[in-house]
């Protein structure tokens, strides 16, 4: 079972850029639901994007209208990234990444696994998180 890793985090001016990355050794979570969510002090949990299977070589990618075309989502087989322009205050929070599952590569075509979901509670495994904060 793999372990996934955030990375890239930091504190930045308002107006800037910041690339996150989730990486995760062997092929733990590729061709998995992957997904991007943030948690704000004394807010809830914010999912943000994810990328999931589309059966085609490239990913199938869905963002929250709350950040669509700030964020970008892209991924490779082994690792995700969220892309973050014209970073705002409000952006400040603790960013994960989330798997729906594990070894998805081996799984069905017809498991959900694969397939990326706007619903925290569809993923199974989460990163430790990455800590962004935004000066205004």
């Known amino acids: 079972q793999g372990q996934l890793t955030e990375s890239g985090g930091g504190l930045v001016q308002a107006g800037d850029s910041l690339r996150l990355s989730c990486t995760w050794t062997?092929?733990?979570?590729?061709?998995?639901?992957l997904g991007w969510f943030r948690q704000a002090p004394g807010k809830e949990r914010e999912f943000l994007g994810a990328?999931?299977?589309?059966?085609?070589?490239?990913?199938d990618v869905g963002y929250a209208d709350s950040v669509k075309g700030r964020f970008t989502i892209s991924r490779d087989d082994a690792a995700m990234y969220l892309e973050m322009n014209n970073l705002k205050h409000e952006d400040t929070a603790v960013y994960y990444c989330?798997?729906?599952?594990?070894?998805?590569?081996?799984?069905?075509?017809?498991?959900?696994?694969?397939?990326?979901?706007?619903?925290?509670?569809?993923?199974?495994?989460w990163g430790q998180g990455t800590q962004v904060a935004v000066s205004s």
């Open positions: 989330a798997a729906r599952g594990t070894l998805c590569s081996r799984r069905s075509i017809y498991d959900n696994s694969r397939y990326f979901s706007k619903i925290s509670d569809d993923y199974k495994y």
């Open positions: 062997g092929d733990s979570f590729s061709m998995c639901g």
């Open positions: 990328s999931g299977w589309s059966g085609r070589r490239e990913y």
